[in-house]
């Protein structure tokens, strides 16, 4: 069940993927790593909150705007790692009896799709924090900048956008085998 994938190159890396697509995949694993431990540090911190709050009547104060402001970075650590190995929830119903050449053309159009949304994730997600930034928006029970959890999520944004658009150069690159790949299913 854990074997390497037909065409996968070193470690398990999808095929297609050259020396950048390695580095681009290790590095937005390391992304979602990060993005994993910050939803286990919030699910503790609400825990004690939740626990504080009933045996005590003392919860955490401002665990809910905690919460919100870091569980938007962390979401947006998952999406580019999620994309490279294929991980997007697709539905093939019409493209299940399409040659695997044009499944792959598609794949990379939505790729390119998938690359232009996240530059454009990242370009308002900044201009939203600086529009904060300057007009000195807080939270209102603990009063933290917003502006910082903003400009948080746009590396994972950037990501995001990397990973679309090194993919539809993947996608280009995979020779079609009728191999089932990560990104594929075998067509017939």
């Known amino acids: 069940m854990n074997e390497p994938l037909p065409g996968a190159g070193p470690a398990g890396v999808p095929p297609g993927f050259g020396p950048a697509g390695r580095l681009l995949l290790r590095t937005c694993q390391a992304a979602a790593v990060v993005g994993g431990l910050v939803f286990v540090a919030l699910v503790l911190m609400s825990i004690v909150s939740i626990v504080g709050r009933k045996l005590a009547s003392a919860p955490i104060p401002g665990d809910i705007e905690v919460l919100q402001m870091c569980a938007a970075v962390a979401c947006a650590t998952f999406f580019a790692y999620c994309h490279l190995v294929g991980g997007d929830v697709k539905v093939d119903f019409f493209t299940a009896r399409l040659s ?27 201009a939203a924090a600086l529009a904060s930034q300057e007009s000195g928006e807080t939270s209102v029970v603990l009063a933290w900048p917003l502006w910082i959890a903003q400009m948080a999520m746009v590396p994972g944004f950037v990501l995001m956008a990397l990973a679309g658009l090194y993919m539809v150069g993947a996608h280009l690159r995979t020779p079609v085998t009728g191999v089932a790949t990560n990104h594929d299913e075998v067509r017939a």
């Open 100 to 126: 695997a050449r044009i499944c792959h053309r598609l794949d990379a159009a939505g790729s390119a799709l998938f690359g232009v949304i996240g530059l454009l994730l990242a370009w308002r997600t900044t």
